[in-house]
């Protein structure tokens, strides 16, 4: 076979390179012999069990000037543009030489050009060629992985796992975990995983992990019972061991009672880490049990006052709760403790993050100066928008409205997210200074650029109902309901705006009913709920409803209506009580205002 022209340029520059190593060599007689395509090769003696080199002996390489020319040949041949002829030869000098080295570059080029059987047979020669090599092992796990041949790596799988020190476990356990839950059929990965910890499940020192890990996969091949179940195992094995209560704690849920008992079990021991209970104080949180998630981040302040990050949680949750005094404090022991946060990044953005929520408690209490000058401090690129728009709010409400559009409108808007955004912001402010018909003008050019918008449409209806233009809000959001029926807030916003005026109660209640069905969990479209059972005159069913929904979020406007239906049903010291938590957290809140206004009662 004649051999191609570009055969003949490769193997020219070939041995021109290897010319020029030979003269070399002969004029340098005390030059080391030539080393090996990546790393110097080991002593034979030293490498003969797993390939690897003995850093503390002279290295000499195992390769020929002839494996060397193929080497260099396959290196050019593969970056020429054909990886399948360089992967040959590379791999035929890495049998040759037992180099391991060669053995990866022959799975690299494989897996370069996608070829994945050719990298499983690459690797399969490695293992051939050094059967103690744990690295060429390793490799042809995670390509038997990505080739989602799962049930072929029990036996590998287990071999490293007896191979690898106990002292590494913690790490492996989550590296099997990582790399199983991306094959494609999870549940056969969840059983390959099991079949090949049997050893470590059934070892008291390692079950906890193993289990765990088990538990991962189950969880991912969506088997959350069969998850708990290894949860439960794992911690009766060690009730201290860190991957159990982590599993449990991914596992709360409503439909998973069981799962919270153990997080709590593994948190009563005074081991327990901070990480883990900061973990499920933010689950508490998400959950809105804003009190029990409180009392988490607490312990971890009391028993670990020097972390940084409990502080400024606890403030947030603290202000959440209409908690300001405490939640000012909590944030500015964070700020005071920032600056000895080793990464620049994080500190960074906690700082920020506790910027803003000092100017948010300080406009709570009517310092609107101080609120700037928290915000002043933040010198953060990546909120530039979220920094300018707060600015600005805080301008606005200081009668400086037109100080503040302007530093809406330095805002970028090379996208049409920006774009989004500063109409959004301008909007806004323009609304929060009663400039409402500016505001409905702004809308309404952007809806006739984009009639369709669904996000115009509904903030056009909102501006509307505030110019009592109440034919046309409702117009625009039965439009809205044709564009997107599955849109909750449309339902909603149109159910609400009927129950406030006592019109149509029973539309009202059917409406807002569709939006429940469409949000379950919205503590505000329950609050609008509790309303049109208050108009339609169901004091117990409105109480009951309005209860959950502040419970959930007990946000002003919510405060404001449980505390009008507390009042009409006699239990004026509650409704006393929760229109002072509201006021704490906003007094200025319209409608919370125009409650304790129309009832005519002081706190």
């Known amino acids: 076979m004649t051999p191609s022209p570009r055969r003949f340029r490769l193997a020219a520059v070939a041995l021109l390179a290897l010319s020029t190593l030979a003269v070399q060599a002969q004029s340098t007689p005390t030059s080391p012999p030539i080393p090996s395509a ?16 003995n850093a503390s002996q002279p290295v000499v390489s195992a390769l020929t000037a002839e494996m060397f020319y193929e080497v260099l040949l396959g290196e050019l041949t593969a970056r020429g543009g054909e990886p399948g002829e ?34 499983l047979s690459a690797a399969r020669a490695w293992k051939t060629s050094l059967p103690n090599s744990r690295e060429a092992r390793r490799v042809e796990l995670q390509i038997l992985i990505a080739l989602n041949r799962i049930g072929e790596t029990t036996d590998l799988l287990r071999a490293e796992v007896a191979a690898t020190p106990k002292v590494e476990h913690p790490l492996l356990m989550t590296l099997i975990a990582r790399s199983y839950s991306r094959a494609t059929d999870k549940k056969e990965a969840a059983t390959v995983v099991e079949q090949a910890l049997s050893d470590e499940l059934a070892d008291p020192g390692t079950a906890a992990m193993a289990w765990a890990t088990v538990g991962r996969l189950r969880l991912a091949a969506g088997d959350p019972s069969g998850a708990l179940e290894a949860a ?39 081991d327990a880490a901070p990480e883990i209970r900061l973990a499920y104080a933010r689950t508490l949180a998400e959950q809105r049990r804003y009190d029990e998630s409180s009392e988490q981040i607490e312990i971890v302040t009391q028993t670990r006052p020097t972390l940084p990050e409990p502080w400024l949680l606890l403030a947030s949750l603290q202000a959440q709760t209409g908690k300001n005094a405490q939640a000012e404090k909590s944030a500015r022991r964070y700020v005071d403790m920032a600056a000895s946060q080793p990464s620049a990044d994080l500190r960074n953005s906690g700082l920020t993050q506790a910027y803003f929520l000092l100017s948010q408690l300080a406009e709570r209490r009517g310092d609107l100066a ?103 809000m409702e117009s625009l959001l039965r439009r809205l309901i044709e564009l997107k029926p599955d849109s909750p807030n449309a339902y909603n916003a149109l159910g609400y705006s009927l129950a406030d005026r006592k019109l149509r109660l029973e539309e009202a209640r059917t409406l807002i009913q569709k939006a429940v069905s469409l949000a379950p969990d919205d503590p505000f479209i329950a609050d609008s709920l509790g309303w049109v059972e208050y108009r339609l005159g169901n004091l117990d069913e409105a109480t009951r409803i309005l209860e959950d929904a502040y419970k959930r979020r007990p946000d002003p406007e919510i405060g404001a209506h449980l505390g009008e239906v507390l009042w009409v049903a006699g239990q004026r010291d509650r409704a006393r009580s929760v229109w002072r938590e509201s006021t704490l957290a906003d007094a200025g809140n319209e409608t919370l205002v125009k409650t304790l206004k129309r009832l005519r009662v002081k706190l």
């Not at 370069?112 to 050719?118: I, S, W």
């Not at 301008?426 to 952007?446: C, H, K, P, S, T």
Request: a negative charge.
């Open 370 to 472: 101080q609120a700037q000058s928290w915000m002043a401090r933040i010198d953060s690129t990546d909120e530039l928008t979220a920094v300018q728009m707060r600015r600005a709010s805080l301008l606005a409400k200081q009668g400086k409205l037109s100080d503040a559009r302007a530093l809406v409108q330095e805002l970028p808007d090379a996208t049409p997210e920006q774009q989004r955004q500063k109409l959004q912001a301008e909007v806004q402010l323009l609304r929060d200074a009663g400039r409402y018909q500016q505001a409905y003008d702004m809308l309404a050019r952007a809806s006739a650029q984009s009639p369709d918008d669904t996000d115009l449409i509904y903030d056009q209806a909102m501006v509307a109902e505030k110019l009592d233009r109440l034919d046309e």
């Open 38 to 53: 990546a790393t110097p090769a080991p002593d034979p003696a030293a490498a003969a069990s797993d390939g690897t080199a």
């Open 232 to 270: 439960f195992k794992g911690q009766d094995a060690d009730a201290s061991a860190e991957g159990p209560a982590l599993l449990a704690l991914d596992l709360i849920d409503p439909k998973q009672p069981l799962a919270e008992p153990m997080v709590k079990r593994y948190l009563a021991s005074p």
């Open 86 to 119: 360089g992967y040959g030869l590379i791999l035929n000098a890495a049998r040759q030489s037992r180099d391991p080295e060669l053995f990866q570059r022959a799975v690299e080029i494989a897996l370069q050009a996608r070829a994945g059987d050719a990298a």
